[in-house]
C-alpha cells in the first residue's frame, strides 16, 4: 500500500463487512508507528452542526491499517492527536 496521506479518502469495511469510505484527517508517528485519524466521508461533507465520529487507526510495516488493540496505546495516540488539532 502507498504512503497514506491527509486528505487522502479510501473504502473500509465495517464490523458487519459494509463499505464506509472514509478520509483522512491527520496522520501522526509515534513510537516509530503511524497512526492516521479518520471520519466518514459521507458526516463531513454534511455541512450540519452535529459531531463527526472520528477513530484512529495504526498503520503496520506493510502500509495496511489495523485498529488499535489496547487501551494504553489508544489513549497515547488520542492524546497525540488532541495536540494536533490544539496547534490549528
Known sequence: MEEIKVGETFTISDEANKDQTVEVLAKVTLENTDYVAVGFAEDLQDESEDDI??????????????????????????EAFDAIIEED
Do not use: C, Q, R, T
Open 53 to 78: 465520529d472520528i477513530f484512529f487507526l495504526k498503520i503496520d510495516d506493510e502500509g495496511d491499517l489495523s485498529a488499535i488493540e489496547s487501551d494504553e496505546e489508544f489513549d497515547n495516540v488520542s
